[in-house]
């Protein structure tokens, strides 16, 4: 476990997303950190995502931390089928009743929860939505939450945007069929193709086994001898600034994922995206231009049609690229004041046991 500086509060963060190389969680978990940080909170644990917490009740109990987030991005849906998102919302009842300390949820989207995980989400004293469509969601159900726009928004972008755009770039789905099929019509169309994560160093198929048979082993190893999955500092994805260069000099970017549109908005790099496994992609393309005229359905037979689309020049208007600055500008606001709640609540004697 990492040591804080004296005097700060010091955090555990559950749903580490970056350990899997992928750019956009990445960016996530660095602006959670660095926010944190900035207001003398200390992260000092850092629990992997698919991780399930629940068999370390009595570890977690041990570590002694102020306080608990839980970095939500999009893992907290369909409850009555996906473990994370019942195990992650479980932790608010947890922290309230048993470690007696507070707990939040931030930069998360909900969608399709089942009535045990909004009683558990009542238990959490924050919870930050990144966009409008889950914030009314919750609201429905009875839940305040904050809107602040995924962190990713405000990674280090560079603000000198390249002009001197070229090419089409797409990046990969959640879905393994659909991630097979731009890839296919990626090489047709004569695009750039990539996953949405930093390619592994070690890329022959002799390389790959061995890290496959050691992944194996190790989950045997932890079956025989669990251990808390711990992850003592935040993972350094070495070609994060790589992609984003790749990203930025692209004239058009086609992708099925939810943080190549983020980060493409952020770069002001024109994006044509399809959507996800929840309306997320669509929920934030409204919040910041009005409309979802940039997202396109799920829909494996429109594939083709899309990428005649992306062939096309599709550049911001200046509507949009208004639109762009008025979101950023906001959010930034917001983004600070979460944190300022955060720490506020972190430092209230009341919020723990004594």
Avoid at 100 to 118: C, G
Avoid at 224 to 249: A, Q, T, V, Y
Wanted: proline share 5%; glycine share 6%.
């Amino acid at each position: 476990m990492n040591e804080a500086p004296q005097g700060h509060r010091r955090v555990a963060i559950f749903n580490d997303t970056s350990l899997g190389g992928h750019y956009g969680c990445y960016a996530v978990m660095n602006v959670l950190v660095s926010q944190l940080r900035q207001q003398n909170i200390a992260p000092v644990v850092f629990w992997p995502c698919s991780q399930d917490w629940r068999q370390y009740k009595q570890k977690i109990e041990s570590l002694g931390v102020d306080g608990l987030i839980v970095n939500g991005e999009g893992s907290i849906h369909s409850t009555r089928t996906r473990a994370r998102a019942q195990f992650l919302t479980e932790l608010g009842p947890f922290c309230r009743d048993h470690l007696k300390i507070p707990s939040a949820i931030v930069n998360a989207s909900f969608y399709n929860l089942d009535d045990q995980a909004f009683r558990n989400l009542a238990a959490f004293g924050i919870i930050s939505t990144r966009e409008s469509r889950s914030q009314s969601y919750l609201s429905e159900h009875g839940i305040t939450s904050l809107l602040v726009p995924d962190f990713s928004f405000f990674s280090p972008l560079h603000a000198d945007v390249k002009r001197d755009r070229s090419g089409v770039f797409v990046t990969d789905s959640v879905f393994k069929s659909t991630r097979k099929a731009l890839e296919k019509l990626t090489s047709d169309f004569g695009f750039h193709y990539e996953v949405m994560k930093q390619v592994p160093k070690t890329n022959s198929h002799l390389g790959l086994q061995f890290k496959k048979i050691g992944r194996e082993l190790k989950k045997f190893l932890n079956k025989m001898n669990p251990r808390p999955p711990f992850c003592h500092k935040p993972f350094i994805n070495e070609d994060f600034e790589g992609f984003l260069e790749r990203l930025r000099s692209s004239k058009n970017v086609l992708t099925g994922r939810f943080h190549t549109a983020t980060l493409a908005i952020a770069t002001k790099t024109p994006v044509m995206a399809i959507e996800s496994n929840t309306p997320k992609i669509s929920a934030v393309f409204y919040d910041v231009f009005g409309s979802t005229d940039r997202a396109r359905p799920l829909d494996e037979t429109s594939l083709p049609e899309y990428f005649h689309e992306a062939a096309q020049s599709f550049p911001y208007s200046e509507h949009e690229l208004a639109a762009i600055d008025r979101y950023l500008t906001k959010g930034k606001f917001e983004l600070n004041q979460l944190f300022d709640n955060l720490a506020q609540t972190l430092n209230d004697p009341s919020n723990h046991d004594t």
